[in-house]
């Protein structure tokens, strides 16, 4: 699968998450990429809650990601050219913590952005609106909407001991995917301009995300 880019300011990738068929009493059985794509996203979706962690390059541009998927809500930490952001996003409200060094590089100054050290921030609403797709939703709309050509044929192999199916676009992106009820994404790795793998794991183990405490107001520190 293609791995995509984030910008919500930080680009990272999540991803195209593209299932596929195959034989037994697979649930999958029979169905064309499309078919199993559909099918993979209400089994994420109705897990409720899953972690998703890896590295990828895009653009040449190496990045990290390592989130709690619950719902509508994400914890968790991305990363995009060394540079670490934690991030909560719960009840359509995000936050961020990032160093001073972050913040410096859209232009802040010095002074100011060293009043975010150690510091969660709010994200203001429109920004925030671009965190949507760190989310169960997100991912599961990747899943339906891909942005590159299915093969439709796949092919078998284990993962761990365990049977997958893997299926591929023409770019050569891929999503492993347990070959079982119900059929979980496990991992996909990018292709083309797109390299990496990124996991899908702890399906349906939810954790307590919360909004953090003494959060700074973005637009009150730089005046708006």
């Not at 952001?85 to 913590?97: A, F, P, R, T, W």
């Not at 009043?115 to 991912?139: K, N």
């Amino acid at each position: 699968m293609r791995i995509r880019s984030f910008t919500a300011p930080a680009a990272l990738v999540a991803g195209t998450l593209l299932l596929t068929a195959c034989g037994g009493d697979s649930p999958v059985e029979g169905k064309t990429g499309s078919e199993v794509a559909e099918l993979a996203a209400d089994a994420l979706e109705d897990s409720g809650a899953v972690r998703m962690s890896g590295t990828m390059t895009t653009d040449g541009e190496e990045g990290e990601v390592d989130l709690q998927l619950q719902g509508d809500d994400a914890a968790g930490s991305i990363s995009i050219g060394g540079v670490e952001i934690e991030l909560i996003s719960v009840g359509g409200d995000v936050y961020m913590k990032a160093a001073p060094e972050f913040w410096a590089s859209f232009g802040m100054p010095e002074e100011a952005a060293a009043e975010f050290e150690d510091q969660w921030v709010a994200v203001p609403g429109d920004a925030a609106e671009d965190f949507a797709e760190f989310s169960l939703a997100g991912i599961a709309d990747e899943l339906r909407s891909p942005d590159g050509e299915i093969k439709d044929e796949t092919r078998t192999d284990e993962l761990d001991g365990d049977d997958v199916v893997i299926v591929e676009q023409e770019d050569g992106s891929s999503l492993t995917v347990a070959d079982d009820d119900p059929p979980y994404p496990l991992q996909m790795s990018g292709g083309g301009d797109s390299e990496g793998t990124v996991t899908f794991s702890d399906h349906g183990e939810e954790q307590d995300i919360s909004a953090p405490d003494d959060v700074m107001d973005l637009e009150s520190v730089m005046g708006g």
